[in-house]
Structure formats: structure tokens, C-alpha cells
């Protein structure tokens, strides 16, 4: 289940933990494990002594080993397009709309386990603007600003539904035809020299990779 939280490069570590204490352990409980970058925020004393006080392991991505953290940049990534497919030319509000690209990204069903976030958290999945009628109204006349909340909720869950349908369908197209490779002992196989994973044969830049 993804959590889209707002954040500021000048948080500090003191301030990341408040949040994600309001925002997920609240929902979820204390974790047995964290995965996160390398930022400064992530790595200072305070955060490491908070959470070996509560029994949690921090795990941080490298360059070497950028695995660790896919399944985040995965996520980063679906929050960027739909940020820009909603918000088009209009920048300035993104935050706002965090909330409502939450609940439908968490709504809808993901190819990796054929079930939504919601599902797979709480085992069903809550209701949609669409599993719901409007109510006929007894008003003489609507209050605009309301209008306009409903519909601009339906129309981010219309969205990010459709968005996300399309990066399913690409992901099935990509994997067509395409085999698992898997090596055994004694295979012959390219090496990719990277300076951190082989410092002593990478020792100039223009050394063989």
C-alpha cells in the first residue's frame, strides 16, 4: 500500500520520523523494517537511535545493489505520471491533490498480485465515487464549490484507473516473447566493471568497463 505524504527538502530527520509516525505507523503499526536512500535525513544519529530503540532495521539502497529500493522508485515513478497527467500546466495546488491520487492508486488492482493495495491490506476494497448513486437532491439549487469537489474526485479516479491500465497493457506487451535468463555455474557472461563493485580493476576512468 502506498502512502503520498508531502514533504520539503528542508524537513529534518526529527520532522520525517513525526510524519511517518501520523501517517503510517498509526496505520500499519511499527515496522520490522525500513528501506530508504541514502539522504542525509535518512542517515543521521537521531533516526538510527529511534529505531534500534524500537526494534526496526533500516535497510538503505546503493548503487551497487539498486533492487533494494525498486519497488519505491516503481511507485515514485506511477506518482509522477499521474501528477502530471491530473495537474497538466497547473503546478501550483500538486499537494492538495495527494490525498485523492492515494486512495485511487491504492484502489486499483496492480498486475503483480492481481489485487489492489486495499485488498491485499484490509481484504476488500472501499467504495468508489462510481459504486455510489447521487442522492437526488431536495435543494433548489447546488452549492458550487461541493459540485466541483465530487466531480473533480471522479475525474482523478477516472484517471489514475485509466493510467494505470496503461502502464499494465505496456508491461504485458514488453514481456512478450521475453525468456527468463538463468545462469549456472561455468556460464560465460559479460561483466559490467563498475568502480564501486570492482575498485581495484577500475582504477581510471578510461579503464575498460
Not at 529511534?50 to 506518482?79: D, I, M
Not at 499521474?82 to 492538495?96: G, T
Not at 475525474?155 to 491500465?165: L, N, Y
Amino acid at each position: 500500500m502506498a502512502h503520498f505524504i508531502p514533504c520539503h527538502k528542508v524537513d529534518d530527520a526529527s520532522h520525517v520520523s513525526r510524519l511517518f509516525f501520523k501517517e503510517v505507523v498509526r496505520l500499519h503499526g511499527i515496522p520490522k523494517t525500513i528501506v530508504s536512500g541514502r539522504d542525509v535525513k535518512f542517515l543521521s544519529h537521531f533516526r538510527k537511535s529511534l529505531w534500534a530503540r524500537l526494534g526496526t532495521q533500516l535497510l538503505f539502497s546503493t548503487t551497487c545493489h539498486p533492487q533494494t529500493y525498486g519497488k519505491t522508485e516503481v511507485v515514485n515513478k506511477s506518482l509522477s505520471t499521474l501528477l502530471r497527467v491530473i495537474l497538466k500546466n497547473n503546478k501550483k495546488p500538486w499537494d492538495e491533490h495527494l490525498p485523492h491520487i492515494e486512495f485511487a492508486y491504492n484502489r486499483v488492482v496492480h498486475k503483480t498480485t492481481n489485487l489492489s493495495p486495499f485488498e491485499v491490506v484490509y481484504g476488500f476494497n472501499p467504495l468508489t465515487p462510481f459504486d455510489i448513486l447521487p442522492l437526488p437532491s431536495t435543494c433548489s439549487y447546488l452549492h458550487k464549490e461541493g459540485v466541483s469537489k465530487a466531480d473533480f474526485t471522479k475525474k482523478v479516479h477516472e484517471k489514475v484507473k485509466s493510467q494505470i491500465e496503461k502502464q499494465t497493457q505496456k508491461y504485458i506487451e514488453y514481456n512478450k516473447g521475453r525468456n527468463k535468463l538463468i545462469f549456472e555455474e561455468g556460464d560465460l557472461v559479460w561483466v559490467h566493471l563498475r568502480k564501486e563493485r570492482f575498485p581495484t580493476q577500475r582504477k581510471s576512468k578510461l579503464s575498460p568497463r
